[in-house]
């Protein structure tokens, strides 16, 4: 068993870290001054033996810690905050951890903070960290001339980035690792690994309606000129950093998928890491498994049945594709692809223009309870929202009017028609998600507190990976 201990503890990421590993561990102190953190901690992981707010007050332990773990206050160094560095109170909070590693003098220790500190005050703050805590060597490069009061520590920094190590979320961090100088030396950071898991994967299959934006917000976010503000819609694989301050304004992300009369948020949908639709694909020829809305509830379509998705009647409340097979289908030649129950006026077809008349498009279901490929009559055309447009008539009629065409070549670079999407914060558990905790870990606290600690807290992975390059420790 190993003795560690924590200043500016949060909500335990040097714990969740450790448990990861698999590491036996007693925690000999933690140490937090903010509530709602100490009250998640708790939660968590039971109240430590010794456990205070102040880092002023707390007691340095006689006997050598095995681990140190420190990230003090990083928002005097942020790029997203003022950056006043060492003339921010917490700026200085760094050499009472410093006190700490001269007094207890820990086998080892981490220090975390943003990538800000590199260029606060011209990088002078930075190397002053550095000074004061490598007293023997720093990246392998002996210090000729250390300080009087430089810690006897072998350290290694660098930054390094969530996404490269398995979190789906472009977080820049750097840290500071430090050596005994009785203790071997010899470190190596982890090698960084391909990204697999994508911003859609950490998302949650069913949120409350009260993550999802208003009308008057959603357009708001998307005619903004405030980069500020137009960055919280998240457009790519990997999520921008989480912040603390998004217990005011977390990141949002799009949904695509079917909508209901009332216009209320939508539970279930299908969407890519750009909020759009999944890949065009034939998802090997199996087709996609329909369900249809009635009063009764989803019913799913029996085999060998047949269904004429124009007789589908105002009564039918929406049309929807299921969740355990891909969304959408390829282009046959030069048709396109028409996904899901459609009803209303066809305005692209010139016979139907004037009449009005609904679309007489069959749908077979296989054996397998699944479609086969679904071709619209139309060429060019593509229709990928469902939506009951006996509520929306007008509005979906000139939304197909202005819409652009499929052609057959299109199989490259798909152009992908969206409508009916609505737009929703990430959640406070997708955001611990991003930060790499497991769905195990919960909070006793507001999701607005939930949303700050998420934003304050150490990836997991990163911080694991580099606990477990210290030797002796694993």
């Given at each position: 068993?190993?003795?560690?201990?924590?200043?500016?503890?949060?909500?335990?990421?040097?714990?969740?870290?450790l448990d990861r590993l698999n590491i036996n561990y007693k925690t000999v102190f933690a140490c937090d001054w903010d509530k709602y953190a100490r009250q998640t901690?708790?939660?968590?992981?039971?109240?430590?033996?010794?456990?205070?707010?102040?880092?002023?007050?707390?007691?340095?332990?006689?006997?050598?810690?095995?681990?140190?773990?420190?990230?003090?206050?990083?928002?005097?160094?942020?790029?997203?905050?003022?950056?006043?560095?060492?003339?921010?109170?917490?700026?200085?909070?760094?050499?009472?951890?410093?006190?700490?590693?001269?007094?207890?003098?820990?086998?080892?220790?981490?220090?975390?903070?943003?990538?800000?500190?590199?260029?606060?005050?011209?990088?002078?703050?930075?190397?002053?960290?550095?000074?004061?805590?490598?007293?023997?060597?720093?990246?392998?490069?002996?210090?000729?001339?250390?300080?009087?009061?430089?810690?006897?520590?072998?350290?290694?920094?660098?930054?390094?980035?969530?996404?490269?190590?398995?979190?789906?979320?472009?977080?820049?961090?750097?840290?500071?690792?430090?050596?005994?100088?009785?203790?071997?030396?010899?470190?190596?950071?982890?090698?960084?690994?391909?990204?697999?898991?994508?911003?859609?994967?950490?998302?949650?299959?069913?949120?409350?309606?009260?993550?999802?934006?208003?009308?008057?917000?959603?357009?708001?976010?998307?005619?903004?000129?405030?980069?500020?503000?137009?960055?919280?819609?998240?457009?790519?694989?990997?999520?921008?950093?989480?912040?603390?301050?998004?217990?005011?304004?977390?990141?949002?992300?799009?949904?695509?998928?079917?909508?209901?009369?009332?216009?209320?948020?939508?539970?279930?949908?299908?969407?890519?890491?750009?909020?759009?639709?999944?890949?065009?694909?034939?998802?090997?020829?199996?087709?996609?498994?329909?369900?249809?809305?009635?009063?009764?509830?989803?019913?799913?379509?029996?085999?060998?049945?047949?269904?004429?998705?124009?007789?589908?009647?105002?009564?039918?409340?929406?049309?929807?594709?299921?969740?355990?097979?891909?969304?959408?289908?390829?282009?046959?030649?030069?048709?396109?692809?028409?996904?899901?129950?459609?009803?209303?006026?066809?305005?692209?077809?010139?016979?139907?223009?004037?009449?009005?008349?609904?679309?007489?498009?069959?749908?077979?279901?296989?054996?397998?309870?699944?479609?086969?490929?679904?071709?619209?009559?139309?060429?060019?055309?593509?229709?990928?929202?469902?939506?009951?447009?006996?509520?929306?008539?007008?509005?979906?009629?000139?939304?197909?009017?202005?819409?652009?065409?499929?052609?057959?070549?299109?199989?490259?670079?798909?152009?992908?028609?969206?409508?009916?999407?609505?737009?929703?914060?990430?959640?406070?558990?997708?955001?611990?998600?991003?930060?790499?905790?497991?769905?195990?870990?919960?909070?006793?606290?507001?999701?607005?507190?939930?949303?700050?600690?998420?934003?304050?807290?150490?990836?997991?992975?990163?911080?694991?990976?580099?606990?477990?390059?210290?030797?002796?420790?694993?």
């Amino acid at each position: 068993m190993i003795n560690v201990g924590s200043d500016f503890s949060g909500v335990g990421a040097f714990n969740q870290a450790l448990d990861r590993l698999n590491i036996n561990y007693k925690t000999v102190f933690a140490c937090d001054w903010d509530k709602y953190a100490r009250q998640t901690y708790i939660h968590n992981y039971g109240k430590p033996d010794y456990y205070p707010s102040d880092v002023y007050d707390r007691k340095i332990p006689k006997e050598s810690l095995d681990i140190y773990m420190t990230s003090p206050p990083c928002q005097a160094f942020s790029l997203a905050g003022k950056r006043k560095g060492e003339k921010d109170k917490r700026g200085v909070l760094f050499y009472n951890s410093h006190e700490f590693i001269v007094k207890n003098k820990p086998r080892y220790f981490i220090f975390e903070n943003v990538k800000g500190l590199l260029s606060d005050d011209s990088g002078k703050t930075f190397n002053r960290w550095l000074d004061y805590l490598g007293g023997k060597s720093v990246n392998g490069n002996p210090v000729i001339f250390p300080l009087e009061d430089a810690t006897p520590y072998h350290i290694y920094h660098k930054v390094l980035n969530a996404k490269h190590y398995g979190v789906p979320q472009n977080r820049e961090r750097v840290f500071i690792v430090g050596i005994r100088d009785d203790s071997d030396n010899t470190f190596t950071w982890s090698k960084a690994i391909p990204l697999v898991k994508r911003l859609k994967d950490v998302l949650e299959d069913d949120v409350d309606e009260k993550y999802y934006l208003s009308d008057k917000m959603i357009n708001y976010l998307e005619n903004t000129k405030f980069n500020q503000d137009a960055a919280l819609i998240q457009k790519k694989d990997i999520c921008t950093t989480l912040l603390s301050s998004d217990y005011k304004s977390p990141k949002c992300i799009k949904i695509i998928g079917n909508t209901n009369p009332s216009g209320n948020g939508m539970n279930g949908n299908v969407f890519d890491s750009e909020g759009i639709s999944p890949t065009l694909s034939t998802n090997k020829g199996e087709g996609i498994k329909v369900k249809s809305a009635t009063k009764k509830g989803y019913e799913i379509a029996k085999e060998n049945d047949s269904i004429n998705l124009s007789q589908i009647s105002s009564k039918t409340r929406r049309g929807r594709v299921g969740k355990q097979v891909a969304q959408t289908l390829d282009t046959a030649c030069n048709q396109a692809v028409m996904i899901g129950a459609f009803r209303g006026r066809n305005p692209e077809n010139t016979n139907d223009r004037t009449t009005g008349a609904p679309m007489q498009q069959t749908l077979e279901i296989n054996k397998n309870g699944t479609s086969n490929t679904i071709t619209s009559v139309q060429k060019d055309n593509v229709i990928i929202s469902i939506l009951d447009v006996s509520h929306r008539n007008e509005g979906v009629r000139e939304y197909f009017k202005t819409a652009p065409c499929l052609n057959a070549r299109d199989y490259k670079e798909p152009r992908l028609i969206n409508n009916g999407f609505k737009i929703r914060r990430l959640t406070p558990r997708e955001c611990f998600r991003l930060m790499d905790f497991p769905d195990t870990f919960t909070w006793p606290v507001s999701n607005s507190q939930a949303y700050k600690q998420a934003g304050n807290t150490i990836v997991r992975a990163v911080l694991a990976n580099t606990i477990e390059k210290l030797n002796g420790i694993t």
